[in-house]
């Protein structure tokens, strides 16, 4: 079964530092990976996604992540965070032969100016 | 930009009481979904519709509710006679290519008293 763990719960930074948000998943097959971000009292918002194709994909917002298949792993990456970034975010993955997407947990990031 | 709607985005009904919970999808979209999310938990799946059937739904998806895409526009979630445990925020997704890209909206906030 597809399976995701956030290990973060919250995160805190500065604003200006650098961002790396842990996901990892349990998939037999090469699964399709997200990020969404979720601001106070909104929507989740696809940040990027992997579904083939180069490891390293652009989001928006200035978010990258790269899949790392012997890591099982598909980490959310920003150089330089901004106070707006402060928000929930969850990373999901979803299979091929299934409509659902499967949420880890969420990691919620403060940031401070 | 295309968004999906949710009304109410705040609801709160007795133990035991029908509700519906509304969504208006992106209009070109053919693939709809329920997630919901206890307080303090991850985002889980309940259904997915698509061509006036449901196509998958996960376990918690019981007897309680269903789901409808009355008017071409709309598609809601009922839950027929609400428990404590039913209260959650509930997002309404849809894409126009299955997994591809899911559009969430803001979410409806179920509280049952």
């Known amino acids: 079964a597809q399976s995701v763990t956030q290990p973060d719960i919250h995160i805190t930074v500065s604003e200006g530092a650098s961002l790396e948000l842990r996901c990892n998943y349990s998939y037999g097959a090469t699964p399709y990976l997200f990020w969404y971000v979720q601001s106070p009292g909104q929507g989740l918002q696809l940040l990027l996604k992997y579904f083939s194709g180069d490891t390293l994909v652009q989001g928006i917002k200035g978010f990258e992540a790269e899949f790392k298949r012997s890591q099982s792993s598909f980490n959310l990456r920003k150089p330089s965070v901004h106070w707006s970034d402060a928000a929930e975010y969850f990373c999901a993955v979803g299979a091929g032969n299934t409509d659902k997407l499967i949420f880890g947990t969420g990691t919620r990031l403060q940031v401070f100016p | 930009e295309p968004e999906v709607t949710q009304t109410p985005s705040h609801q709160v009904t007795q133990m035991g009481q029908e509700v519906i919970l509304r969504c208006v999808p992106i209009s070109n979209h053919l693939y709809f979904y329920w997630y919901r999310q206890i307080l303090g938990q991850k985002v889980e799946f309940l259904v997915s519709f698509y061509n006036n059937e449901i196509s998958e739904k996960s376990e918690i998806f019981d007897d309680q509710f269903s789901v409808e895409r009355p008017d071409g526009s709309n598609f809601t979630l009922k839950i027929r006679s609400t428990k404590l445990e039913d209260s959650a925020m509930y997002f309404c997704?849809?894409?126009?290519?299955?997994?591809?890209?899911?559009?969430f909206g803001q979410g409806t906030r179920l509280t049952v008293v």
């Open positions: 997704a849809s894409s126009a290519n299955s997994l591809i890209e899911a559009f």
